[in-house]
């Protein structure tokens, strides 16, 4: 009788058991990190023997094995590394177009702005004395200064922004080590094959998910669970994490920007806090894609300096070759403070200090405008070459960003499938599960009724 009982009581709590893990996947069917679990029962071990102990008894019900993620390794692992390759270049992407709209290109932009002045030159030509066309000029090329600074500027709160990203990039970074630290030394204290322990897998698999999108890993899974981390692409493969020593982390990574908005990112080995080093050649993550997209924007921002300075030396150089109408000899028109551009402005309002003539006409100075400043290496080439090389390359980072995704969003399907929750398979499941629980019910019930009856005879 004891048997009967111990049959259906096993039965009662792992079935019930199996059912609240379909239960457990049913309602966490949508959630970000989680993997499917699947219950292992196994015939509970022989109880005893039967009559004068002549024979051992089998049967003896249904025992709980383990409770185990449905996890394929190399699928999480091509995840992490196309989550990688996206994150690089989507950092990449989006700031490149924060300076395509910064270099303000277009009918209204810097470079229409730059015409403007040059076509009002060539109106003042036609009357060099006219006040009203020289207030035009000398206003023209107001806006075209104010136009340059402002592009400069916004250029320079583009660097800003990288900055910040790469600050908070970092923040969470370094906060995701100390948790995955954490993380090693409680998988190091739980038993395997147990509710809690697949728990701590999804919590190490999504922060592993996590620091893949903002670094380049190798994310080594030892068999007991825990996580060693690594740097992808530098030589020596700079730990971040050791699965060793539970709760040992790496030191912390650091941003630092120059003021020429070159972006430098310092990381500590875990397990040798005098090996740092910047990550400059390491691959991968949107932080790699920082360090990338704030060196092309520091080298635009220089273009832009050089580009408005060598403006103001051939304004200036060109006024002073003629006279003003008075007679008086040019001086300089434009200032800049070294050589930032976003510092360019005119020296004057009065357009009658544009020195229009020249020793052999009044608007000769005028007529010397498009050699002088016009040309290959004038404002406008130089302009339209830092927006055109700009323009080719937030294309290929759109493109590149786009095909990256389309990997990544592959790769996670992928994964998916199969870690995650089918509910068609679940209720199947489920059903199963409900019918073995109640046939067991039937036995405890079945066993109470009959020994209520053995009772009943004495």
Known sequence: MSDILQIGASGVLNYGKAIDVIGENVSNASTTGYARRDVSLIEAPNGGSGILGLNQVSGNGV???????????FAATHVRNTASDAGEASAVSRWMSSAETALNSGDTGTDSELTSFFTSLTTLASNPTNATQQAASISALNDSAKAISYSASNLKNVSDGIKDEADGSVSVINSDLKTLAKVN????RTP????????????RDQLLDDLSSKIGINA?????????????GTSNGQTLLSSTAAGQMAGSFTASMDSSGKLTIGVKDALNSNNNRDMSNSAGGSLSGLVTVASTVADERS?????ASDFVTQVNAWNSQGTTPSGAAGGDLLAITDGDATTIATTTSDGSK???????????NLQNVSSALRGSNGIEANYATLVSNNAQATSSAATNATNTKNLYNT???TRDSLSGVDLSTEAAQLLRYQQAYNASAKILQTAQTTMQAILELF
């Open 63 to 73: 025992t709980t094995q383990s409770v185990t993620r449905a996890w394929d390794g």
């Open 185 to 188: 030394a409680a998988i190091i």
């Open 192 to 203: 395997s094959g147990t509710d809690s322990a697949a728990g701590l897998a999804d919590q």
């Open 220 to 232: 080594d899974i030892a068999s007991n669970g825990t996580v060693k981390i690594t740097l992808s």
């Open 303 to 307: 273009s832009l300096n050089s580009a």
């Open 354 to 364: 544009i020195a229009s003539a020249n020793s052999s006409s009044p608007n000769g």
């Open 411 to 413: 790769a996670a399907k």
